[in-house]
């Protein structure tokens, strides 16, 4: 099979301003993957389904992954002149200093595809795709139109995550029920308060404790029993 | 009447007996249960009615798919917020009198999943449950003896009074709410009556 | 395989052809599920129906959605095990494999001969227990209510001892660990396996001549439920029901994952995609599965069955990812884990067979009768666990 180099080449080749980037992978099992322009995802989906040489029939995984907003603290190297008396004379020296330096990298959804081939028997090749942010720019091209096996795992990306694909052509909630309005499986997702008396809390199942009492203090009839 | 003399009268070929006995009797030798499964337990559940474990034996093989014919539920496996109003409905529709049995540790109170945020933490918080069965899955034999267990309680319950079943209780509750799903949660998270808040006294 | 990708139109080709229902009357709509007799536990259906002809299906899941996704990401790696037994909970140690495989190439952890021989032999096992109770369900809903389940359940019994007797659950096994397996298994123990091998044989030919040529099972089964293999591969089903659609992909020929290339076994293919195919495909994969037990049971080697250097507590793998995938008795089963160096994977994905299996069920199920639906819907054998998780 074609190392992700020649990949690149390949679809850069076929599909022009295709912009793919490559995701090294560090562990052991080296799948590196693909980040793909959601803009021009679809054409280059359909390029690796048709080509010759790589002839991906098969998307056999399709999963979301969510990134919360944070904060990057980086180590920066920065040189600075600082006067110094050296030896008596006044000298202008230029010093390396270490700062520190924080910024917000925002937030973003991103779905990852496994390919493989099933009439030249190889794969994974891995792409992947990112949304804009969480919140209100979520939308990505379906596949569902390339690959038939997309249509339920989108839908669940879609329930679980909250990824807009547009062009599917059934998009619903694929596992929670119609009227749920959340993300469950986004990483800030929380539970609405479902509290049960545990005879001795810990740990998490304390802090829920608390969380539920401060949520029903004052409110009449809710027999806590704690 | 004295049990010596009852089988004294039983070697002459008399037998005697209560209502309430004879009518238990019949009643605990024929339950039959709702073919319903929800999770893993349903395997062991079918195992269970298979040559080997032989339900048949407690009167019990007749699996009815239809809760209008069924007396018995065994909630045999993991109850989810999405399955819970399913569960209640068909509970509702089983006809008086009616039994459950929850089976493993996720119908008693959501087992491995408890921490899910699909999963229904105990199938008790909406409907009444006559026998937990904890194991996961358990075992055949721990259904077997629940049946047993079950059997027990058919025929010591009497006819008249207190405890008695509900279908000879005009005053019985006999419909049981169906939570609705909502925004984020079932609503009501849990039918009061059957599942109130424990009241810790200090 | 027959045509390419090619020579189909891509514009729509993919969709379910659209069934124009009768002049007269009115669609009648139903709910199949999430409580019903045949679905496998709580599987919904929503038909449209002309008449009795199905001209519309669309599957309702969730019922069964125990988030185990969720939960593989606030546990530890070693604690997600016994949670994996619970996903496809008839086939527990092929789960646990595929789960194990994934950890393994993620840490690039190797794997001593002799629990790979061990990994082989209670994975086909399984699969012997999966396609004989797949076959049971199948034919009970065609009506045999009991008999063929029973054939099946006996054998399973067997099988289950050992297994018991091996991990110490019948179902829940939650054997393998990452680089090998957690006990060895005594001589006794072989001796007791190769023994309920070398009866598995006859009970194959009993089950297969049970139903093989009856005559309502080819009725009911033979040119119903076709699936095409172009669609098939487009729409990523695997397992039986992709080779009985004749495209030969077994993932235990193509990744020689764990010893498998060692063994000598054929990959039974179908001509129609029918349901007989996929009957007559799992049938012939037990008698290849009792092959391959057979070559493993005496080639089996000594050694340990762990990787003395491999870790247990306070495992924390470096940042990065990994696909891994098996041959379930169902299809490709996978896992898929993101780390970022902490003690729990950043995403915990399960790649279900039954579930992407399920995407041609209406293509499947159109224009035919209502009573077939089940049938069709049995041949694919799934498992709620897995489909929903
Ligand atoms: S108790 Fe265990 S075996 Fe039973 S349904 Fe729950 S997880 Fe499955």
């Known amino acids: 099979m074609k190392s992700v180099e020649e990949i690149k080449a390949a679809i850069e080749a076929a599909v022009p301003g295709a912009g793919v980037e490559i995701v090294p992978n560090p562990s052991p099992s080296g799948q590196h993957s693909l980040r793909l322009l959601p803009s021009h995802a679809v054409a280059v989906a359909y390029f690796l389904r048709d080509d010759e040489d790589l002839g991906l029939d098969f998307l056999s995984n399709l999963t979301g992954v969510d990134h919360l907003d944070k904060e990057i603290a980086e180590k920066v190297k920065v040189t600075r002149q600082v006067t110094k008396t050296v030896d008596g004379v006044e000298q202008t020296v230029d010093e390396v200093v270490e700062e520190t330096r924080k910024h917000m990298e925002p937030g973003y959804l991103e779905t990852v595809y496994h390919l493989f081939s099933m009439a030249k028997k190889h794969g994974p090749v891995v792409l992947r795709m990112r949304t804009v942010n969480r919140t209100d720019e979520v939308e990505l091209p379906s596949v569902t139109p390339v690959w038939r096996s997309a249509e339920f795992q989108e839908r669940e990306v879609f329930d679980l995550y909250g990824v807009v694909f547009t062009g599917h052509p059934d998009l619903r909630r694929l596992l929670m029920w119609p009227e749920f309005k959340d993300h469950p499986m986004r990483r800030d997702y929380k539970e609405p308060d479902d509290f049960e008396y545990e005879p001795t809390p810990h740990d998490t199942v304390l802090a829920r404790a608390k969380d539920h009492k401060a949520a029903v203090a004052g409110q009449e009839g809710t027999g806590t029993g704690l | ?202 | 395989m027959s045509g390419s990708l090619r020579d189909t139109n891509l514009e729509g080709w993919n969709r379910p052809p659209v069934i124009v229902p009768d002049g007269e009357g009115e669609l009648l709509e139903v709910a199949m599920g999430p409580h019903h007799p045949s679905t496998h536990g709580v599987f919904r259906m929503d038909l449209a129906l002309d008449g009795e002809r199905v001209v519309r299906l669309k599957p309702v899941f969730g019922y069964l959605h125990r988030n185990h996704e969720q939960i593989g990401e606030t546990v530890s790696y070693l604690a997600m095990m016994p949670y994996t037994d619970r996903l496809d909970y008839i086939c527990s140690l092929t789960n646990n494999w595929a789960y194990a495989l994934a950890v393994e190439k993620l840490v690039g952890q190797a794997v001593p001969e002799r629990a790979e021989y061990i990994r082989v032999i209670l994975a086909e096992l399984t699969r012997i227990v999966n396609h004989a109770s797949a076959i049971g369900f199948l034919i009970q809903e065609m009506g045999a209510s009991g008999t063929p389940l029973m054939y099946a359940f006996r054998e399973r019994e067997k099988i289950l001892d050992l297994f018991e007797s091996l991990t110490g659950s019948r179902m829940m096994c939650n054997y393998m660990r990452f680089g090998g397996c957690r006990v060895d298994p005594s001589a006794a123990w072989l001796d007791a396996t190769r023994k309920v091998v070398a009866g598995l044989p006859q009970f194959a030919h009993e089950f297969e001549n049970l139903l093989m040529s009856n005559e309502i099972v080819m009725a009911r089964c033979q040119g119903v439920g076709k699936l095409r293999p172009e669609l098939a591969i487009n729409a990523g089903v695997t397992g039986p029901m992709l080779r009985a659609s004749g495209v030969n992909y077994d993932i235990r020929k193509v990744d020689h994952y764990g010893v498998y290339d060692r063994f000598k076994f054929r990959v039974p293919l179908g001509d129609h995609g029918d349901i007989y195919d996929r009957y007559m495909v799992r049938v012939l994969e037990i008698h290849e599965s009792i092959g391959i037990l057979e070559q493993a049971l005496k080639e089996i080697p000594g050694g340990p069955v762990m990787d003395p250097k491999a870790k247990i507590r306070g495992f924390r793998p470096k940042p990065g990812e990994a696909y891994g995938r098996i041959e379930g008795p169902k299809g490709e089963l996978g896992f898929y884990l993101i780390s970022d160096g902490g003690n729990s994977p950043y995403r915990f994905r399960v790649r279900p067979p039954s579930l992407i299996n399920l995407t041609v069920l209406e293509d499947m199920c159109l224009g035919h009768n209502v009573a077939d639906v089940v049938l069709i819907f049995g041949s694919v054998d799934i498992v709620l666990g897995e489909v929903d998780r």
């Open chain 2, 1 to 202: 009447m004295e049990e010596g003399l009852k089988i004294e009268l039983g070697k002459q070929g008399v037998f005697v007996t209560t209502i309430e006995e004879l009518y238990n009797w019949g009643r605990k030798n024929s339950v039959w249960p709702m073919q319903f499964g929800l999770a893993c337990c349903a395997i062991e559940m079918i195992a269970t009615t298979m040559a080997r474990y032989d339900l048949a034996r407690f009167g019990a093989e007749v699996f009815r798919p239809s809760p209008r014919q069924a007396d018995l539920m065994i909630i045999s496996g993991t109850v989810t917020k999405k399955m819970a109003p399913q569960v209640v409905r068909l509970y509702n529709q089983m006809a008086e009198p009616r039994y459950v049995i929850a089976m493993g540790a996720c119908a008693i109170s959501g087992g491995p999943f408890k921490q899910g945020y699909n999963v229904l933490k105990g199938i008790d918080r909406y409907i009444p449950v006559d026998v937990h069965i904890p194991g996961c899955p358990p075992r055949p034999e721990a259904l077997l003896q629940a049946f047993m267990t079950l059997q027990k309680k058919i025929e010591e319950q009497p006819l008249t009074g207190e405890g008695r079943p509900r279908h000879l209780d005009a005053e019985a509750q006999g419909e049981f709410p169906v939570p609705v799903q909502g925004e984020h949660d079932l609503e009501p998270t849990s039918n009061k009556l059957v599942w109130p808040l424990p009241v810790v006294i200090r």
